[in-house]
């Protein structure tokens, strides 16, 4: 039947129902009316799915927004965010449990170097040396500049200054409290030569005033 190729169901099964009613014994009316049924049936069971993975998502959401207030760390969004695919903030191992740690997707930025590397999951409890432990050596660092006990790390604060990143700290220490935040679900955290930080710390300030 048209309304059945057109995916018009209920039309269709109204359709097949009244001619039914007029020919109780026609086989191709009884035909349609088996594939109408599973088809029916079919639908049914994308729409429940598809309302289930809508209100998993929505929880998933509540909890994520409820985890970032309790400890107090900052977010903000921008009209462009960066493509980084699937990375976001989340809850693992389980988006739906309280009792889950917060990850989040990291940049560590070498400024002086114009170089960086990327952290798809920085857990709120691994610090930066946890990280910088198996990151270091740099492949493009021959001037063996950068090493764990060579380097300070930085973040912008909310008011466009910066902040001394401990490198041994939590990462939830250093988010939490307001002082910085986290843009387009990304941590953005500078890594520096302690010789350098000076010069890096007077580039900053004069990009901050232009």
């Known amino acids: 039947m048209a309304l059945y190729s057109l995916d018009k169901v209920d ?3 109204d359709a097949t129902q009244r001619g039914l009613t007029l020919d109780p014994t026609n086989k191709s009316l009884e035909i349609v009316a088996s594939k109408i049924t599973a088809r ?12 289930a993975e809508e209100e998993r998502n929505r929880k998933e959401k509540l909890l994520l927004s409820t985890a970032l207030r309790a400890r107090q760390i900052r977010t903000r969004k921008t009209d462009q965010p960066p493509d980084v695919e699937d990375a976001g903030i989340r809850l693992s191992p389980d988006p739906l449990s309280p009792e889950s740690m917060l990850e989040f997707p990291t940049v560590l930025l070498y400024p002086m170097e114009a170089q960086s590397d990327f952290i798809k999951s920085f857990s709120e409890m691994n ?4 990280h910088l432990d198996y990151i270091f050596p740099l492949p493009w660092d021959t001037k063996h500049e950068y090493s764990i006990n060579n380097v300070e790390c930085f973040m912008e604060t909310v008011t466009g200054g910066l902040i001394k990143a401990g490198k041994k700290l939590p990462l939830l220490q250093i988010l939490s409290g307001g002082k910085v935040e986290v843009v387009d679900e990304m941590v953005r955290i500078f890594v ?19």
């Open 40 to 51: 029916k049936e079919a639908k049914a069971r994308i729409a429940a799915k598809k309302k």
């Open 192 to 210: 520096v030569p302690i010789s350098k930080t000076g010069k890096f710390i007077a580039e900053m300030k004069a990009r901050k005033t232009t």
């Open 11 to 13: 039309e269709a099964e």
């Open 127 to 130: 610090s930066i040396v946890d």
